[in-house]
């Protein structure tokens, strides 16, 4: 059974930065890609970030250039390392594997960007 948990959110002012890890059960290498989603108070989930088993990665266009997608293969865990944070980065994060086209989700955490 594949857990995905995640870490590292909390409140940070305008300007400031994160780091989200997402550590999962069992290799990484399992996994086609991970990649981190977040949902805001009354719209729908959408995605952030992706990394593939390869190492390439895309992101939305409105967190280019400030987020990073990383993995650590030998700790199972993928980073998100968020900087310039902004108001509406205000979300819950989740962490996402997909496998054989099958997909897992962490039950996420909670990310605040306010003065």
């Known amino acids: 059974q594949v857990q995905l948990v995640e870490s590292g959110g909390g409140l940070v002012q305008p300007g400031g930065f994160l780091r989200l890890s997402c550590a999962a059960s069992g290799s990484i290498f399992r996994f086609n890609a991970m990649g981190w989603y977040r949902q805001a108070p009354g719209k729908q989930r959408e995605l952030v970030a992706v990394i593939t088993s390869g190492g390439s990665t895309n992101y939305a266009d409105s967190v280019k250039g400030r987020f990073t997608i990383s993995s650590h293969n030998a700790k199972n865990t993928v980073y998100l390392q968020m900087n310039s944070l902004k108001p509406e980065d205000t979300a819950v994060y989740y962490c996402?594997?997909?496998?054989?086209?099958?997909?897992?989700w962490g039950k996420g955490t909670l990310v605040t960007v306010s003065s």
């Open positions: 996402n594997a997909d496998r054989a086209g099958t997909a897992y």
